[in-house]
């Protein structure tokens, strides 16, 4: 049984930075691409970042460039997201997600139904 626990969340004041995490459990997380997403209220999901199967590829939100950074450690099956110069338009319930397949396909990393498992969500509210 896959599961996937994100953790890291909470309230920061604008310019501030938070680090979430996302611990895969069932599997092996390095036989998979994963992906951040988050859904604010009344907004659809959406992509924030990816990453390939050993950390070689990663794509980003235009609204997160260079402010955000996906990693992760497969020896600890964990994905992680570093989030820095956090804005009030940040906030939402962030969401890891893993990609049913190992084959990285740019064009649709960002795409929430390519991605077969889902963690249950960590709120991240950013005060301006």
């Known amino acids: 049984q896959v599961h996937l626990v994100e953790s890291g969340g909470g309230s920061v004041q604008a310019g501030g930075s938070l680090r979430l995490s996302c611990v895969a459990s069932?599997?092996?997380?390095?036989?998979?691409?994963m992906g951040w997403f988050r859904q604010a209220p009344g907004k659809e999901r959406e992509g924030v970042a990816g990453i390939s199967t050993i950390g070689a590829i990663t794509a980003y939100a235009d609204s997160v460039k260079g402010r955000f950074t996906i990693s992760r450690d497969n020896a600890k099956n964990t994905v992680y997201l570093q989030m820095n110069s956090l804005k009030p338009e940040d906030t939402a319930i962030y969401y890891c997600?893993?990609?049913?397949?190992?084959?990285?396909?740019?064009?649709?990393?960002?795409?929430?139904?390519?991605?077969?498992?889902w963690g249950q969500g960590t709120q991240v509210t950013v005060s301006s």
């Open positions: 997600a893993r990609r049913s397949g190992s084959l990285w396909v740019q064009r649709d990393w960002a795409s929430p139904g390519v991605y077969n498992y």
């Open positions: 069932g599997y092996s997380s390095g036989n998979a691409v």
